[in-house]
């Protein structure tokens, strides 16, 4: 087979690979709806709420699981045999295909406790090591919290008042996102929506905010950098593939590198900050909660007894109990971040020590999962996928980020305890 001939053959498979998978809205299918929310208000959050099997049964899923199903199985089969079964694009391409087949199967178990069981499969649980024989996600939430729990936020950073109007809101992000996009022949469109639960919401070239709201200075820059720079900046770059178009496309897998990769951008930034981090965290330990069996109902009291507010506790449980029922486990969609995190902080350590600061950008292509970044360089190399057209700033000159992870590479082998007993005279 001629360079050509490969090329538009991968190219037509990934394209297949894209259309089968176009049906498919998670989050959408398993969202609750603001009826269930004002049901909960209105028993003075002491039922809990109403939802069941039948509750997901009248909300369809807009596809047909088991058509869609055999569209997967059908082009796993032909890209094995076309491909073979080791090129590095093939064994993604089937690795998406497989994900999408658990995901079905995950969407079509709504409301039973096995939905739970296919969320874990996918996103994983709050006690898996985040490296052979080392700590645990819910080990990393106890440190955080014990961290947090230590920070007044009110002493040292000043109230960002939300007295941005939705309207404002909109044109202060677009001009922001035009001015980091607009150089790379790549547009990011913004734009107010009455339709949308949370403050704001990002799609394939787009970032929806809640009409009716108001925004903080703060708000917009994790906005800009969060969902504009990492969420959609990488989607934009696997739609510019001239080859590999299916790394514009996410599976639960690529949530993870994506989640933490935005986490890291925000940190990076100096966008993110304590509050955000404790929403983060109170994700896992609810999480983590209910894998042990806590329903909803108490996983909510714990949070209130806390200090959080009503609204808040609310928004953390619903989002993990989102696509199972008060009593049924765990969707765990929100270990990503964390987990993510971690994952992609110590890529990037290992890449600066071991002088491949040239797989850094590969983070960026697209919608990856970072066991498989050794694949992309091979396709890079071989020209059937196109180094990122855009970055986010931090990333572009990665002087600066060597210079900090070659820091950190030493810095994490300091015993923290010893350096706190020799600096207890300044912090006392």
Known sequence: MSA????????????????????????????????????????????APRVDRAYYARRPLGFDPAST???????????????????????????MCREYETVLAMLEARGTPEFARFSATLYGRSTDALHPGQASLADLAALLDAALRSIDEHAFLEAAPRDIPTDRAVALLQERLDRAFGPHGLQVKVRADDGIVA????????????????????????LEVHEGWAHVGTTLNGRCQPVCTFLGKGTPSTTITQEGLALLVEVV?????????????DRIRVIHQVEEGASFLEAFAALCDEGRTREEAWGTCARVFRGSTPRAG???????????????????????????????PLLFVGKVVLDEIGKLAELVEEGLVEPPRFLPPPFRDLSALTAWMAYSNFLNRLDLDRVEADFAHLLG
């Open 4 to 47: 050509e001939a490969h090329r538009a053959t991968l190219r037509d498979l990934s394209e297949r690979l894209v259309a089968a998978q176009r049906g498919i809205r998670i989050l959408d299918a398993v969202a609750w709806d603001d009826g269930v929310r004002e049901a909960f208000f209105a028993s003075g959050c002491r039922e």
């Open 199 to 222: 403050d704001a919401a990002a799609g394939s070239d787009y970032i929806k905010l809640r009409a009716g709201t108001h925004f903080s200075e703060r708000d917009l820059t994790a």
């Open 269 to 281: 930034s100096f966008a993110s900050h304590p509050k955000r981090l404790r929403r983060v965290t």
């Open 330 to 360: 765990p969707f765990s969609k929100d270990l990503a971040y964390s987990k993510g995190f971690v994952l992609v902080y110590n890529f990037i350590r290992l890449a600066v020590r071991r002088g491949r600061i040239d797989r850094i």
């Open 69 to 95: 199903r055999d569209a997967f199985e059908s082009l796993e089969r032909e890209i094995l045999a076309k491909l073979g079964p080791s090129h590095p694009a093939g064994l993604i391409m089937v690795r």
